[in-house]
């Protein structure tokens, strides 16, 4: 048994489409069927063909993921899916072989998948698993630091139980290297995990209040404990009871929230008689939720930890001074490495 790396899409484009059909889905939908090449060097030259002025490097680079997405992902195996549209990731088991699925003359490349957990919080993994699932790579073999045993226990329900040391390197000229990190995924988990260990429980709550401060809205945060449903009131205006007001609901758990939380703010909503809601769970949302909002679109917002992160950098500069000395962080300016060559 092996895992993989195996993204949705440069911006997430395929992630729902993966989770929705129980596949694995990549892009090069310029490239046929790869059902029946032997060799990494027979889809090197349909590359080739198809682009014949393409850096011999990036021919190789693509050559290499397409032949393991087609050929080397085994029945059995394990597939990481880190969602670009959300704060999770998805685990799942391949349960098929690569088959090719021909639409309007461009086809997708796919792996038939039992999606197991598509729902797991980043800040479930250490940072280790992280950066590894932040190779600049769209397929990639994940072998360092005990990745398959530890993704394992996730799968079973349990929490990454780390490594004390690490994994042994191949020499098959077959594995692709992991050839780069993300370098803003890995600086926003390692700022998620901050505000885990700092602002947990209550202290998110704080956090969201003093985001929502900054927009204009006069809060009340709840006191510590239980809080029948309500964390922070707000509304506009010098005494906070101007329209919109607003319900904030806050979830620091580490279990995405469900639709019977999100149901129980429609109803404090019309309790308070508040005219928009905002849920903020920090594991996420599972599906049921997340279909279900979509028809609550302008009345209630969801946000999990990516939503919560850009609040914060949003605002940090206008944040009061305790909050910023709580969460000290600074701008800096990097340069983007280019995903051209890992499609």
Sequence with gaps: MKLWLVRGGRHGET?????????????WREIPDLSS???????????????PTAPAARITNH??????????IALGDIVVMPLKTRAQIALGK?????????????GRHAIAMDWVRSDVPRSTFKQDLLYSFGAFMTVCEIKRNNALERIQAVLAGKTDPGDAELGIETSDESEIALTGTDLEAAIRDQITRFIQSHFSGHGLARLVAAVLEVDGYQTEVSPPGPDGGVDIL????PLGLESPRLVVQVKSGSTPTNVTI???L?????????????LVSWAGFNKAVEQEAKAQHFQIRL???ADMLSAVFRTYDRLPEDIRAELPLTRAWLLVQSDEDTK
């Excluded at 992630?15 to 892009?27: F, P, W």
């Excluded at 707000?234 to 205006?237: Q, R």
Aim: charged content about 20%; overall charge neutral; cysteine-free.
């Design 262 to 264: 999100y149901r129980n």
């Design 94 to 106: 391949v349960i098929g072989g690569y088959r090719y699925l021909a639409s309007d003359g461009n």
């Design 234 to 237: 707000a509304g506009k205006g």
């Design 37 to 51: 090449v032997k060799t990494r060097e027979e889809v090197a030259t349909i590359l080739q063909h198809l682009n």
């Design 303 to 305: 946000w999990d930890q």
């Design 15 to 27: 992630e729902a489409y993966s989770l929705d059909n129980g596949l694995a889905v990549i892009g």
């Design 63 to 72: 050559s290499a993921q397409l032949f393991t997405f087609a050929h080397r």
């Design 266 to 278: 429609q109803g404090t909503m019309q309790t308070y008689k508040a005219e928009l809601g905002l």
